[in-house]
């Protein structure tokens, strides 16, 4: 890794900045449009680390552009083709923001994430320990960690501020918030698209575990997919050659952080802890094996 490419915070001269999230930073272009900056800030338990991730950035702008591609027959996404260069004439600049900066639609976020699960693990499987359910939704019993489930579950969750925790909420509760008819679309959607990246995935050697997904609405309130897509930040990617049930599977996800972090007497809550390069490096690797894998 060279920290000549690593960006852990954008700035771009006469464009406003609307928001720093835990990974992206999103300017306001006109009416229209938005530019999303994705960062190499790293996040584990809504915290973000002090420490970035040279390069990640580009790796999850890529592989998030791959999957927006394929499910475009599914549902329509926030790209919209428009070329930094109409925008930003600074070549320093349009090199830094270089595969990790997109133009997009200007669209108003639904406030829930669209989760959705084909496996039995984190929260979900806490859930069903306690309660034999997942957000509300009956599983079998006598399930095991990291089993397969019978069928794909869509249980949301309530989108949380920087540094505060996203809770799962269950589909009643969706309903409230976004009504039942389109509740019952982003549903569907979203389990269409995890099934489809699943079966690809699991043809190339990665289960997906579990996934998150953003949806926006248009002035017309045309639903569109938005922010990222089935990434190592939003989602749970199992080598399938190493896959047990009973146990929590290695990962090319952020697990690795976060069972570094566990070793740790950290409160996990901000400031996040600084990282030594062993564990930057190693959460990059898994990053770069992923998108080699699913992309090329």
């Keep these: ?156 969750a309530t989108k949380a501020t920087s540094g505060d925790h996203d809770e799962n909420i269950d589909y009643e509760k969706t309903c409230s918030l976004i009504g039942e008819e389109l509740a019952n679309n982003v549903r569907n959607i979203a389990i269409r698209i995890y099934e489809r990246a699943a079966h690809y995935a699991q043809e190339r050697g990665i289960i997906i575990a579990d996934t998150k997904f953003e949806f926006g609405l248009d002035k017309d309130n045309k639903l569109f997919i938005i922010d990222e897509m089935l990434t190592p930040d939003s989602s749970r990617f199992w080598p399938k050659d190493q896959y047990q049930i009973g146990m929590s599977p290695p990962s090319y996800d952020k697990q690795f952080l976060r069972d570094y972090l566990d070793t740790l007497t950290w409160n996990k809550k901000s400031p996040g802890p600084i990282l030594p390069e062993s564990v930057l490096s190693e959460t990059y690797k898994k990053y770069h094996e992923a998108y080699d894998i699913l992309v090329n």
């Design 1 to 156: 890794m060279n920290d000549i490419d690593v960006l852990f915070e954008s700035t771009i001269p006469n464009l406003k900045l609307i928001a720093r999230g835990k990974v992206r930073d999103i300017y306001d272009l006109n009416s229209d449009h938005l530019l999303i900056v994705t960062t190499d800030r790293l996040s584990a338990y809504d915290v973000v680390m002090p420490d970035a991730v040279p390069g990640k950035g580009k790796i999850l702008t890529e592989i998030s552009n791959f999957w927006f591609n394929m499910m475009e027959d599914i549902v329509p996404n926030h790209l919209t083709g428009i070329k930094l260069e109409q925008y930003i004439s600074d070549e320093q600049l349009l090199l830094q923001l270089q595969k990790r900066a997109i133009i997009v639609k200007k669209l108003k976020p639904l406030p829930i994430e669209a989760v959705v699960r084909g496996y039995l693990i984190g929260s979900g499987w806490r859930d069903y320990k306690q309660t034999g359910k997942v957000c509300g939704i009956y599983i079998s019993e006598n399930m095991q960690q990291a089993e397969k489930l019978p069928k794909t579950i869509f249980t949301p």
